[in-house]
Structure formats: C-alpha cells, structure tokens
C-alpha cells in the first residue's frame, strides 16, 4: 500500500487528521489496532474548547454536535459545601460545548466513510522505518498478514501507549513527566445531571466531578488512591462518596442509577519534545498527556491536528515546508500552557496525602483567591475554555 500521509491511530487525532487532509486533497490511510466497537467503547472526555468546536466544524463533521450537543457558559467549583459559580461566558465572551469524546469520535468515523477514506482496524503497527530518509515504510499486521505502508510522511497519532514516539532515537527525544499519586474512578449513568453546570468539588476525602453527556445521561469522577481495584467499587459505595464530597444541597436532589460503565484511569502530566523528527509528527496523546482536571487531553489533540493538517496543506499544495519545519515548536507552545493548567487544576482541587498542612492551605488559598478576585477567574475562564490557537 501507498498514501501521501500514514496515520498510525484511528483515535480522535488520527481521524480528524486524516479528514481535514481529505477535504485539502491530500491522501491518508488511518491504521487502528482495535476494532472500530472496541474505540467507541471508551468513555473518555466531556468538554470541547471553541477551537475544538470550530475544527470540527471546519472538518464537516460538526452537525450531530451543534444538534446534541450543549453550550455551558458556566462551570462550578466547590470546596466542602461552598459553591462558586465561574461565568466562562461573560469574563471570556466564550462558553465550552459538552459533547462527548465518543460521539466525536463517532461522528469522524462516518465522516471518513461517507468520503470513501482509508480506515484499516484491527491494523497493528509494529515499525515505523525512514523517518530520517527520503520515505517512510510503516509494517502492520492485519488479517492475520504482515503487510506494509509506504508513505511521504507518517502522523504518529497512536496515543501514550503507541509506538510512534519511540521511533524517534532517545538521543533526539527528552520527556517530562509527573505522575499524581491517586486516579479517577468514573460512572457513567442513564440520570439526569446532579446540576446545570459541571461541578468540581474538592473536599479532605478527595476530589469529585459531576459531569454530564446530555440531560438524561451523566458522568462522574471521584478520586481514588491507586492502588483501588474496580470490584471493590460497587454502585452503591460510589455513590455514597459521591454524595459526600459534593456540596450537601447538590448530594440532596443526585439522583442515582446503576452504572452503564465504570473505570479508573490513572492521571499523569507528560510531555515529550519534540514532536517531529524527520518525516514523523507526533499528534495528540501520543506526544503529550494531561490530567483530565483542565478538560484540556482531547482538545490538545484538536489544537495539534490543527497546526499539523495546515502545515500538509502548505506543503503538498503550495509547496513550502515552513509549516511542517514549524509545527513541534508552535504545538508545544500551546501543549506547555494547558499542561500547566491541568496541573495548577489538579494541585488546587485534588488530596495529595503525602503533603502538609501548608500545601492545603496554599489549596484553601487558590480557592478564596478565586472567590475574591475577578482577575483570577478571568484567568481561570480564559485557560478553561481554550487559549488561542
Ligand atoms: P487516543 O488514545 O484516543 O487514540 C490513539 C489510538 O491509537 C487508539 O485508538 C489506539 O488503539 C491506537 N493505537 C495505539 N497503538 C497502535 C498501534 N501500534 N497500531 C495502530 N493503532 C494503535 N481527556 C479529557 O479531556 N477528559 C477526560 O475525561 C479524559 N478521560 C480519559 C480517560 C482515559 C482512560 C484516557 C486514556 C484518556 C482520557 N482523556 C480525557 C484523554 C483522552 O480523551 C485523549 O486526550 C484523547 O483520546 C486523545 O486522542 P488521541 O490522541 O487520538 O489518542
Ligand atoms: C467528562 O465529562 O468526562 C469530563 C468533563 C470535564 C473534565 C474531565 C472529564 O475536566
């Protein structure tokens, strides 16, 4: 097989990638691993950022979105029973769009199959070859078969765990990284959300997050150590702490169901620079990680497909690479400044129980700075619903 562009990963990056490159004539195959059940299967991020919404408008692929979806021009954070209300709306003239990851997702995979584009799953990359030469060979195996993919560029869009980023040599690669000590443990349920707005409640037995997907369907988190198991998780008992750690007149009215879905996903801060060598970019997850405090994972991965799919454009149709010679360094700008958030969110809001009196008061502060000050909560408004591309 031969394209223009290979993409490793049929994740959100990869697929929004391989369709806006499709919309600017430029050819793409997308290998996934998993079958195209097992991708939508993940229950993953809530919130999409302005810029978010626009690409994937942008990419034809924004109707079900801007007909299901959900403005909120609010979110709440809470500490005990204290609530404060951040009008996102009127200190940034910007809202967030509640619309799942998996709807997204989905929404591309009809997209790529009404345009007739390349989507290959159960497609496991297992080498990528001429990242530093005149073409890039990627192998995979599919159907039981080694087959291989030889392309003028490879997009590394294979999540944390893919092997793109490890084809580039770690002489040239430097990470950064900070793993939190505890993970979230989330539910989602056929229940109508315990309020309007999201809300993120920090409280002294851990962080909780209400969320929601649509009026009758909602997703919360609450903070566990990482060393819980999920069958030590029943309903009932992740209810009972949920109602804990929210504010007492929100726990009064949540109304409870048995769980569609449960998982515990453990949160990290990740960086690895840089995000292109030679012939290979790296996308999304694959390149970087947040903690998913800030909402912040899945709209990197949109701000990058970004940069990259103009840098392509500039490329194949106006024949100059300043936009591929320029994409690591204008994506980890942005990447740099949404990790600090999601950190800053997660240090404000969440038990770190190897740390003192001090550090909580230091979090007690972040929260009364918060209430006090409208300058800080325009600076919390401006990260939380995107900063500029
Ligand atoms: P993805 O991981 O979504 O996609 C990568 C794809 O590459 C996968 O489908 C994988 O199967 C495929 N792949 C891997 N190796 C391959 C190989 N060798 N060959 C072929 N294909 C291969 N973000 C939020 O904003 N809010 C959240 O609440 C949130 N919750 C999350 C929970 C979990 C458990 C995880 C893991 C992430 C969560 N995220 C959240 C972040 C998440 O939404 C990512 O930011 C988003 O999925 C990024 O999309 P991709 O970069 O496309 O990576
Ligand atoms: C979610 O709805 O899954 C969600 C929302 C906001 C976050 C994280 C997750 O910050």
């Given amino acids: 097989m031969k394209t223009q562009v290979a993409i490793i990963g049929g994740g959100p990056a990869g697929?929004?990638?391989?369709?806006?490159?499709?919309?600017?004539?430029?050819?793409?195959v997308v290998l996934e691993r998993r079958s195209r059940d097992y991708v939508l299967s993940r229950i993953r991020a809530g919130v999409?950022?302005?810029g978010t919404v626009d690409l994937l408008r942008a990419a034809d692929v924004g109707a079900r979105m801007d007909r299901q979806g959900e403005i909120h021009d609010g979110v709440e954070i809470s500490w005990h029973d204290e609530r404060l209300n951040i009008d996102i709306k009127s200190l940034t003239g910007r809202g967030v769009m509640v619309y799942g990851q998996t709807e997204v997702t989905q929404d591309l995979y009809a997209a790529r199959d009404a345009r007739g584009g390349t989507v290959l799953h159960e497609a496991e990359v297992t080498a990528i070859e001429g990242v530093e030469?005149?073409?890039?060979?990627v192998h995979f195996t599919h159907e039981g078969e080694a087959k291989t993919l030889t392309a003028d560029f490879v997009a590394g869009c294979d999540g944390f765990h893919g092997p793109s980023r490890k084809a580039i040599p770690e002489s040239h690669r430097q990470e950064f990284e900070r793993a939190y000590p505890f993970g979230w443990l989330g539910l989602l349920s056929e229940t109508p959300?315990?309020?309007?707005?999201?809300?993120?409640?920090?409280?002294?037995?851990?962080?909780?997050?209400?969320?929601?997907?649509?009026?009758?369907?909602?997703?919360?988190?609450?903070?566990?150590?990482l060393s819980e198991k999920l069958e030590d998780w029943p309903a009932e008992r992740f209810w009972d702490e949920l109602r804990t750690r929210i504010p007492a007149d929100v726990a009064e009215t949540l109304v409870t169901g048995e769980p569609l879905e449960m998982s515990i996903a453990p949160l990290r801060s990740f960086v690895s620079e840089p995000m292109r060598h030679g012939r290979l970019f790296l996308a999304g997850d694959s390149a970087h990680i947040v903690p998913p405090t800030g909402a912040k994972g899945l709209n990197l991965a949109a701000s990058d497909v970004y940069y990259l799919h103009r840098a392509f454009d500039r490329f194949y149709n106006h024949g100059t690479s300043e936009g591929l010679d320029a994409y690591s360094e204008t994506a980890l700008s942005r990447v740099w400044k949404c990790e600090r958030f999601s950190w800053w969110m997660t240090s404000m809001l969440h038990d770190f129980p190897e740390t003192g009196a001090f550090e909580r008061r230091m979090q007690r502060a972040e929260f009364e700075y918060l209430q006090m000050s409208e300058t800080a909560r325009k600076s919390f408004a401006e990260n939380y619903v995107g900063l500029p591309y």
């Fill in 15 to 28: 697929l929004l990638l391989s369709q806006l490159l499709d919309l600017h004539g430029i050819e793409s």
């Fill in 48 to 50: 999409l950022e302005q």
């Fill in 193 to 225: 959300p315990a309020a309007p707005e999201l809300i993120y409640a920090a409280h002294d037995r851990g962080f909780a997050l209400c969320s929601m997907r649509s009026p009758t369907l909602s997703r919360y988190y609450v903070q566990v150590p």
């Fill in 133 to 137: 030469g005149d073409g890039v060979t």
